[in-house]
């Protein structure tokens, strides 16, 4: 029993032991924006476009302890009995709210659209069981009515090449042009797990399975991830209407595969690639070859289209935006607003997104 005992002794590490950091309650966080009776008239004609920027005092739990916060809005006076959480962050000290995220928080609470009301923000960060709440700070908040706000969902889990990094220009699926709950990627997979984030950064929400038949979201606790049951090409359906989703194989062994594909037109800063104009040039997520992407291109009120090779031998429009299917030497694709923007294009089955950034 000595020598077991001794044993054990040896195998642990004190230093490891000693150097573990140790939660202790401590200073809670400090709200410091929005500041206290900021007016919002939520705008329902740029639902991506900021609203207001939560920033706080980082939380104090002892050294080296990294700590969760989620923002919380309520109704003045109901004392966060059932408060609507805005976003989470892991160690982040701010959080950007766009006027969709706002005014759905709002709504939620039960606010009267094109109605001013009071309502109060704060700031909850956790370890483990142990949580801090920041001070309070009263919003006034008109939201609007008759706009349901554009969302994008991006993957994340062992079957992409992210893994488990919710912030590393994750790839999008791509809205359908003509019902904005359905959504569709059709790409390439490797055996593993496959979820679903609302917004990089964040892991809430996020959606997942518990019964590998419906879609599950984040409301009751992390769901279950839906898994890729071997590496290949898949089309990835999802209906965020009625929460199901298909996980249905593709061959992609006769596509063409392409060195180059650019976002052209007026719309782009170098207009039409005429008199030696170049198109702006896509890249490629490290595994899918077939699915392009610019960042931050900005975009003027004009028209667009993708081409292969610099050339218009191979082009493809859609008269939709933001989002929609292009056909080869289809019409232009109209960009309805000026803007900076991430542009994601699959040569696979001509869908294209149009996701405008802060």
Not at 4 to 25: I, K, L, Q
Not at 97 to 105: H, K, Y
Not at 258 to 263: A, L, P, R
Request: charged share 15%; glycine share 10%.
């Amino acid at each position: 029993m000595i020598a077991m005992v001794a044993v054990f002794a040896a195998s642990c590490d004190v230093d490891d032991v000693e150097n573990r950091p140790v939660v202790t309650g401590g200073d809670a966080p400090v709200l410091t924006a929005p500041e206290e009776g900021n007016l919002y008239t939520l705008n329902g004609d740029n639902i991506d476009g900021l609203a207001e920027r939560f920033i706080w005092t980082p939380a104090n739990f002892g050294d080296g302890i990294i700590v969760n916060y989620t923002v919380e809005i309520d109704s003045l006076g109901h004392n966060f009995d059932s408060p609507v959480i805005l976003g989470a962050t892991v160690g982040t000290t701010q959080f950007a709210a766009s006027n969709g995220i706002l005014n759905d928080a709002i709504l939620a609470l039960g606010g009267v659209p094109e109605q001013p009301g009071s309502y109060e923000a704060r700031i909850r960060a956790s370890v483990g069981d142990m949580v801090l709440y920041s001070n309070i700070v009263e919003m006034l908040i008109t939201p609007y009515q008759g706009v349901v706000p554009v969302k994008h969902y991006y993957v994340v889990g062992t079957a992409t090449e992210y893994g488990y990094n919710n912030n590393n220009n994750n790839m999008p699926l791509f809205r359908d042009a003509a019902n904005q709950d359905l959504f569709v990627l059709t790409a390439y997979f490797a055996m593993g797990e496959l979820k679903l984030l609302e917004n990089l950064g964040s892991w809430q929400p996020q959606y997942g399975t518990n019964d590998n038949l419906t879609l599950a979201g984040s409301e009751n606790g992390d769901p279950g991830a839906i898994l890729v049951p071997a590496a290949g090409y898949y089309t990835f359906t999802v209906n965020f209407a009625d929460m199901t989703y298909s996980l249905e194989q593709f061959d992609a062994s006769s596509a063409p595969v392409y060195t180059t594909i650019g976002i052209t037109g007026s719309a782009t800063p170098e207009g039409w690639p005429d008199n030696g104009v170049q198109d702006v040039n896509m890249v490629n997520p490290t595994t899918n070859p077939h699915i392009w992407k610019v960042d931050n291109i900005t975009l003027s009120e004009n028209a667009a289209k993708f081409r292969a090779e610099d050339d218009w031998a191979t082009n493809w429009g859609g008269g939709t935006a933001p989002a929609g299917t292009a056909t080869l030497g289809g019409q232009d694709i109209p960009v309805p607003t000026a803007g900076t923007y991430d542009v994601w294009f699959n040569d696979l089955d001509g869908r294209y997104i149009f996701i405008p950034q802060l």
